[in-house]
């Protein structure tokens, strides 16, 4: 069993940054791929980040490649997604999961977070 819980969302002005965190507990997520995703009213959940276990190995969402870093520390159990350049377009509540693979398909995790809600104003 694995409980993620995600923070470091808020409100931010278009071309800044938030970092957000996924804290992992009940057990070492250090074998697990990791993800983030996110959704915004009237849309759905949509693939953001994914990394490998290793954490050596990541893969974006068109739309945040190069604006977005997933990096992951496994001493601490935690998972991060540095934000940068953040457009309105990016409102979003963001959602962290973990899966026996790294993927970029939702189905393919089995926990997932609360949530984390990320407003971008203009």
């Known amino acids: 069993q694995v409980v993620l819980v995600e923070s470091g969302g808020g409100l931010v002005q278009a071309g800044g940054s938030l970092r957000l965190s996924c804290a992992a507990s009940?057990?070492?997520?250090?074998?697990?791929?990791m993800g983030w995703f996110r959704q915004a009213p009237g849309k759905e959940r949509e693939f953001v980040a994914t990394?490998?276990?290793?954490?050596?190995?990541?893969f974006y969402a068109e739309s945040v490649k190069g604006r977005f870093t997933i990096s992951r520390d496994n001493t601490n159990n935690t998972v991060y997604l540095q934000m940068n350049s953040l457009k309105p377009e990016d409102t979003a509540v963001y959602y962290c999961?973990?899966?026996?693979?790294?993927?970029?398909?939702?189905?393919?995790?089995?926990?997932w977070g609360q949530g984390t809600q990320v407003t971008v104003s203009s």
């Open positions: 999961a973990a899966g026996r693979i790294w993927s970029a398909s939702e189905y393919e995790y089995d926990y």
């Open positions: 009940g057990r070492s997520v250090s074998s697990y791929g």
């Open positions: 990394i490998r276990w290793s954490g050596g190995t990541t």
